[in-house]
């Protein structure tokens, strides 16, 4: 069997590149699996994204996550990537909630995936599989996970083997973990979030001194070596749209209406704009599917065991703890998770990489313990035999 520092990671976004670079940076082995024909090819090949704060009038997780990555990300850009060359230091206004001018940058993600990826070949310890569509995770040896994991493609082959598994798909993920372990929605509550982004070529002087946001951000003008076909070197963009429930990847025209009516709140003369590359065929789009949590924050760290969950409440064993750990919680040994970063992968996907290779080898992570606590993937299932303690009554007798 692969050594116990041989890890498959399943996904090769924002997520599953960071973590990758990461594993292969503290010196394991890791076979990266990607359904597409290479990286960054689904919700991270966005043409371009925001790197901000995300402000809010008291602290909340999400926001001191936000301030730890927007920091990290910041500086990995500058110390990495040449700027013009996938990313583009600016501020944003915020016009809505909590207005104020903040630091940011505009960041086309493919650019962290392919500097992450590259990082890691360059270690020697990564091996890519393209085209490779990961169907199911089943313990070796006769079902056992004493040993390890296989991950099985559709035609029920094995593609590999490690005693790790890190589970990065994004949306995807949901799938994968359901067929694999039973998860349901009280488990594992993940959401497909459809975002839409209406750009197209931009000239002459900009329309606005730099990005402002309130329902989605306009990008007045970004510049990039890469730019999407038929722009030049330089585009505007607004959105993305923020759709709950859908999992489709159509551009539509109706949610091009929908950046016109928020890009028109923001700035009337750009909105004329966008309105005549409407009318005249000119508007680009993209869309993709974005993986939300219930609570809208990412999942990290080892998965729970829904079976073992589920006998013990049926044991009626959870009616007899008055205080349940999180820590308590039955795991899945050897299975772990890097989901759920929503509309945030270009600001946690780096920080929440070396976090979660800080847990797999079992050093405390570089973050406070609440938020520690606050992404962890058994918080969910915990709280569902919380719940069951609080209502069951004591058994009679004890």
Same mark, same amino acid.
């Not at 890890?7 to 292969?24: E, P, S």
């Not at 049926?314 to 050897?334: H, K, M």
């Given at each position: 069997?692969?050594?116990?520092?041989?890890?498959?990671?399943?996904?090769?976004?924002?997520?599953?590149?960071?973590?990758?670079?990461?594993?292969?940076? *503290? /010196? @394991? =082995?890791?076979?990266?699996? #990607?359904?597409?024909?290479?990286?960054?090819? +689904?919700?991270? %090949?966005?043409? !371009?994204?925001?790197?901000?704060?995300?402000?809010?009038?008291?602290?909340?997780?999400?926001?001191?996550?936000?301030?730890?990555?927007?920091?990290?990300?910041?500086?990995?850009?500058?110390?990495?990537?040449?700027?013009? *060359? /996938? @990313? =583009?230091?600016?501020?944003? #206004?915020?016009?809505?909630?909590?207005?104020? +001018?903040?630091? %940011?940058?505009? !960041?086309?993600?493919?650019?962290?995936?392919?500097?992450?990826?590259?990082?890691?070949?360059?270690?020697?310890?990564?091996?890519?599989?393209?085209?490779?569509?990961?169907?199911?995770?089943?313990?070796?040896?006769?079902?056992?996970?004493?040993?390890?994991?296989?991950?099985?493609?559709?035609?029920?082959?094995?593609?590999?083997?490690?005693?790790?598994? !890190?589970?990065?798909?994004?949306?995807?993920?949901?799938?994968?973990?359901?067929?694999?372990?039973?998860?349901?929605?009280?488990?594992?509550?993940?959401?497909?979030?459809?975002?839409?982004?209406?750009?197209?070529?931009?000239?002459?002087?900009?329309?606005?001194?730099?990005?402002?946001?309130?329902?989605?951000?306009?990008?007045?003008?970004?510049?990039?070596?890469?730019?999407?076909?038929?722009?030049?070197?330089?585009?505007?963009?607004?959105?993305?749209?923020?759709?709950?429930?859908?999992?489709?990847?159509?551009?539509?025209?109706?949610?091009?209406?929908?950046?016109?009516?928020?890009?028109?709140?923001?700035?009337?003369?750009?909105?004329?704009?966008?309105?005549?590359?409407?009318?005249?065929?000119?508007?680009?789009?993209?869309?993709?599917?974005?993986?939300?949590?219930?609570?809208?924050?990412?999942?990290?760290?080892?998965?729970?065991?829904?079976?073992?969950?589920?006998?013990?409440?049926?044991?009626?064993?959870?009616?007899?703890?008055?205080?349940?750990?999180?820590?308590?919680?039955?795991?899945?040994?050897?299975?772990?998770?890097?989901?759920?970063?929503?509309?945030?992968?270009?600001?946690?996907?780096?920080?929440?990489?070396?976090?979660?290779?800080?847990?797999?080898?079992?050093?405390?992570?570089?973050?406070?313990?609440?938020?520690?606590?606050?992404?962890?993937?058994?918080?969910?299932?915990?709280?569902?035999?919380?719940?069951?303690?609080?209502?069951?009554?004591?058994?009679?007798?004890?």
């Amino acid at each position: 069997m692969s050594s116990p520092r041989h890890a498959i990671v399943i996904g090769a976004g924002l997520a599953g590149a960071a973590v990758a670079r990461a594993l292969t940076s *503290a /010196g @394991w =082995q890791v076979q990266l699996l #990607d359904a597409q024909s290479g990286p960054a090819r +689904r919700a991270s %090949a966005l043409p !371009v994204g925001m790197l901000s704060p995300h402000v809010t009038r008291s602290p909340t997780p999400m926001s001191r996550l936000s301030a730890i990555g927007v920091a990290d990300t910041r500086a990995y850009l500058r110390e990495r990537i040449a700027e013009g *060359a /996938g @990313w =583009q230091d600016t501020e944003v #206004d915020n016009l809505g909630h909590d207005p104020g +001018r903040w630091p %940011a940058a505009m !960041v086309r993600p493919s650019a962290l995936v392919h500097a992450w990826l590259e990082e890691a070949r360059q270690t020697g310890r990564i091996v890519c599989h393209w085209s490779t569509q990961a169907d199911r995770i089943v313990g070796t040896g006769n079902g056992s996970r004493d040993a390890g994991w296989l991950v099985l493609g559709a035609d029920g082959q094995a593609i590999a083997a490690a005693p790790v598994v !890190v589970v990065a798909g994004a949306w995807g993920s949901s799938a994968l973990l359901r067929t694999s372990f039973g998860f349901d929605q009280d488990d594992l509550p993940l959401r497909p979030v459809k975002g839409q982004l209406s750009y197209g070529p931009w000239a002459g002087a900009p329309l606005s001194p730099r990005p402002c946001r309130n329902n989605g951000v306009f990008i007045p003008c970004y510049e990039d070596q890469a730019m999407p076909d038929g722009l030049g070197d330089r585009m505007w963009a607004m959105g993305s749209t923020y759709e709950r429930g859908v999992d489709d990847r159509v551009v539509s025209f109706q949610a091009h209406e929908k950046n016109l009516a928020s890009l028109h709140q923001l700035n009337p003369q750009a909105a004329g704009h966008m309105a005549q590359q409407m009318q005249a065929g000119e508007l680009q789009g993209w869309a993709d599917v974005r993986c939300a949590s219930l609570d809208r924050l990412p999942l990290l760290g080892t998965l729970p065991d829904p079976q073992a969950l589920r006998a013990f409440k049926a044991s009626g064993a959870s009616s007899r703890v008055t205080r349940l750990a999180l820590e308590q919680c039955p795991r899945l040994d050897g299975i772990h998770v890097l989901a759920a970063l929503g509309s945030r992968g270009i600001t946690l996907a780096h920080s929440c990489g070396r976090w979660l290779q800080q847990h797999l080898d079992q050093h405390p992570m570089e973050l406070p313990e609440d938020l520690r606590r606050a992404m962890d993937p058994a918080r969910f299932g915990w709280r569902q035999l919380r719940k069951q303690t609080v209502r069951s009554p004591e058994p009679a007798g004890h």
